[in-house]
């Protein structure tokens, strides 16, 4: 769960030369769902133009049997776009479509461009009128600007000019473009369905569609599927790639394939890393779920202390605008998760969690656990201590609003009211991604950003925001791609 928990940015999901693409996509979407609640879409080919249906909410909520009748074709792709605090707007939900002087083309985007403040004042002062307040936009600009010959061409060479993270699907009337920038942060894999080709940015999405799981679209790639086949252009790419390492720690679903691992595995070999690291003196190891599952299971095993379920998550709470009056104390930690004090009453616990942001929500926690009856509470998290924000793709707080960043583990600890508290290093943490070598992206654990962000204070996506006003209060050029 986390603390205020990080948001992914969003997931994508493309095929194309299948005569049920629109059913498809939305199946695919639905697997992706965890990567995004505020909005989904998706833009349909038949061949001779594009149809496209977006709306506010869940995947399930914004399609319905008539929307996918307005939705024909062999090829589609589509998009579900995180959620945060505050209101939204439909103009900035995803898929784009658009029509330019090459026909039409949509665009899906997963990641976060760092250099974006300053494209969208050069395109503007060269005449460009923007409809929203996203950096993906800009991308369709400068891909209307391109003199390229080719639509893949065109696409490459705006993502020349862009820094930062992204995952992309591209639609026309006959292609399905899919391209990584050449970190990787965000992942994005190819798959095959009876004849037709998926990309997705999860392989749960091929699993519930049935299709095959057939490789990694790789950093720095650009993938064109046509009626031809496929055709693989490879931009020159960094020796080692970056890719998101809290991907494995909590974005993706667990039973997911990611950069070549079983997310659950690496999740469960976090928390045998954790226990070696870190070992505590207790009756019973348990979960913050969902995320922490994995990890609490593999520091149980690890160390001998039977796991139990001690918190059981409501999985069905929503937003609400009805807040009760301070006799229920933890009101917002206690509508998600709930203590069982049969299996707490008594025992010294230690509850893993994939990571402390702020420290309220911990603390929170804390108390439950102890007014269940724990008579020790031993707080161990399956990541190192989170001292940065994140400006490839995942809404977090400011460095300021990260406890980790200006207190120290100690610190921390008598703040959340714990009997101790333990991370894993970063050492630990690669080794348990079986990744010693480099190849991932730890900037909110290390500081090492492996792309240099301008504008810092005003290009990092924010988990909270001013809601006084009703309305989310964006700066200018905010990311929601």
């Known amino acids: 769960m986390g603390d ?54 869940l995947v399930a909520d914004v399609f319905n049997e008539q929307t996918f009748k307005n939705l024909p074709g062999q090829s589609a792709i589509g998009h579900v776009r995180y959620s945060t605090t505050g209101a939204s707007h439909v103009r900035n939900a995803q898929p784009f479509a658009m029509d ?37 936009e800009i991308i369709a600009h400068l891909i209307a ?62 699993d519930l569609i049935g299709a095959r799981y057939e490789r990694e679209i790789e950093p720095g790639e650009t993938l064109e599927i046509t009626a031809s086949g496929l055709t693989s252009y490879r931009a020159p790419a960094p020796a080692m790639p970056r890719r998101c390492i809290f991907e494995y720690i909590y974005f993706a679903r ?15 070999s976090l928390g045998s890393r954790l226990a070696a690291e870190q070992p505590a003196k207790a009756d019973i190891v348990i979960a913050v779920p969902d995320s922490g599952v994995p990890a609490a299971m593999g520091f149980s095993e690890a ?46 616990v230690v509850v893993v969690d994939d990571s402390i942001v702020r420290g309220t929500t911990s603390q929170k926690l804390v108390n439950l656990i102890r007014h269940a009856g724990a008579t020790e509470v031993h707080m161990r998290i399956s990541s190192p201590p989170t001292t940065g924000p994140c400006f490839y793709g995942v809404a977090t707080p400011t460095k300021e609003e990260l406890i980790a960043s200006s207190q120290s583990a100690a610190e921390i600890c008598k703040f959340i009211g714990a009997d101790s508290l333990g991370y894993l290093s970063i050492g630990g943490l690669k080794e348990a ?39 989310r209060r964006w700066p200018r050029g905010q990311t929601a791609g």
């Open 433 to 471: 991604v079986n990744q010693a070598d480099g190849g991932f992206c730890d900037a909110c654990f290390s500081g090492d950003y492996p792309v240099t962000v301008n504008n810092s204070d005003r290009r990092q996506m924010r988990l909270f925001e001013d809601i006084s006003s009703g309305s």
């Open 145 to 206: 600007a391109s003199e390229a010959k080719t639509t893949a061409g065109r696409i490459m060479e705006a993502l020349a000019q862009v820094q930062g993270a992204y995952s992309m699907v591209f639609l026309t009337e006959t292609r399905l473009i899919a391209s990584r920038d050449p970190l990787g942060f965000r992942p994005l894999v190819l798959g095959s369905l009876d004849g037709a080709w998926v990309v997705a940015s999860e392989t749960c999405a091929f």
């Open 254 to 268: 667990p039973d997911s394939i990611l950069f070549g691992a079983n997310v659950y595995r690496v999740r469960k």
């Open 4 to 57: 205020h928990s990080f948001h992914d940015e969003c997931g994508v999901f493309g095929i194309f030369g299948h005569p049920e693409s629109s059913n498809i996509a939305y199946l695919g979407l639905y697997a992706l769902q965890h990567r995004g609640q505020e909005s989904a879409g998706i833009v349909s080919s038949d061949g001779e133009s594009l149809h496209t249906h977006r709306g506010m909410g």
């Open 303 to 348: 160390s001998g202390i039977p796991y139990e379920n001690g918190l059981t998550r409501n999985h069905y709470v929503g937003r609400t605008f009805i807040e009760p009056t301070q006799q229920i104390r933890h009101f917002g930690v206690k509508i998600k998760l709930n203590p069982n004090r049969g299996v707490l009453d008594g025992k010294r």
């Open 100 to 136: 330019y002087r090459h026909g039409a083309f949509a665009m899906a985007h997963n990641g976060n461009i760092v250099n974006d403040v300053q494209l969208r004042r050069e395109l503007e002062d060269s005449g460009s009128i923007f409809r929203t307040t996203t950096d993906t």
